[in-house]
């Protein structure tokens, strides 16, 4: 059997054991299961012990998937054509509610993988594919042009350039995992910090080692051996995953009409010391007036915009990487006048949580079991910072969530998303309306 690691974790199918069932009122053929700290509808044949898949919000069920299963609304697209399933051919599952109960995922049989030759997995492992056949993957809408906006600047002639950059030196920031997979990386002990999510899109600006632009002259006398400089710093600045330098880029495809990116760098760009990189998160409106995300204005007059840095690197000549510390952030854009993600809490987790995994008989104390203290700082973490509007919002619009950095010597960090942003991304996909997060 052939497992690869997920093109994208956050929407990657993992295995599970059902530990909790609860009955859900008015509903006498389903019931609810607690997966992994979110609740999802199966049918009242599932039991304590079941092992199966869960696939989590917004991804998207392969087409041999569905077929092989008979999931398809249309019986003639399954295996078998008298079977009828409840997909449409976008294979998407979506957040929505049953008789008034959420319903946060989908559950599967392991069985249903029967058809690509594979009987049992240990349970947590995730797969987007299983012996070369597609499972699933993150749900995108593709459009040709900029949702609200006059269109996106293309470029109408192909340039050719040669690459400036030194290998090891620029690094976009991965994607952000989801927390509930990860609630095993945290113990009362951890140092955490606590961010607000921000819904804008993202930067990246660097002032790393670059490749030097040689003169004719270097460039002869680096041909007869002679030892010229051909390393210089330079600025690199990017969306999440796309550079958008024009000598490097000439043919960006900006997902807006205006270069936001650039218009971001420009700003941050002379408090980025030798080897820095800022990443950050671009909120508010562009210049010509345009949201840059849909109702979420965060405090900024139209035509204005907000930036908020959450992480800080340097980078030294080797391509080795020091990382900022949660609150080397927070202290060094405090001092050079630059706005960091707002901190909700920074600390121990079990001050967090307000309780220690801890249990008492007599004269002897020892330590319970983690998932329990964990399922409850998970619950903690909902409580105060889901479902709730953005507080930094003149809309009403829901707060996005928030994001629990595990300070240390590397950055980790998992978000937490709430089910009425959650809610409010499915209305808009179901209108067609892309995730610019997904195209740059």
Known sequence: MKLNKPKNENYSAIVVEIKTLITLEKCDNVQGAI??????????SVKIGDVGLYFPLECALSKEYLSNNNLYNKPELNLDNTQKGYFDEKGRVRCQRFRGHKSEGLFMPLESLQCFGVLELETNTCFDEINGFPICSKYIVKQNRTPGQPGSRKSKTKIKYESKLIENQFRFHDDTAML????????????????????????ISSYILCKKKLNWIEKLLS???INIKTEIYDYIYSSRKVIKN???N???????SEDIWGIAHNEVKEFLQKGMTFYYEIVGFLPNGGAIQKDYDYGCEVTKHAIYIYRITSTNVDGKVIEFSAKQVQDFCKKNGLNAVPELYYGYAKGFTGIMPIKQEGNNIYLEDLESWRNHFLSAIKINYNEKDCFMCNTEVPEEGCVIRIDGLEFEAYKQKSERFYARETVLLDKGESNIEDEN
């Open 180 to 203: 509930y997979r990860n609630l095993h990386r945290i113990t009362p002990e951890s140092l955490i910090h606590i961010s607000y999510t921000m819904h804008g899109t993202s930067g």
């Open 35 to 44: 997966i992994m700290g979110n609740q999802v509808i199966v049918s009242k």
């Open 223 to 225: 041909k007869l051996n």
């Open 246 to 248: 024009e000598e490097l």
């Open 250 to 256: 000439p043919n960006a495809q900006h997902y807006y």
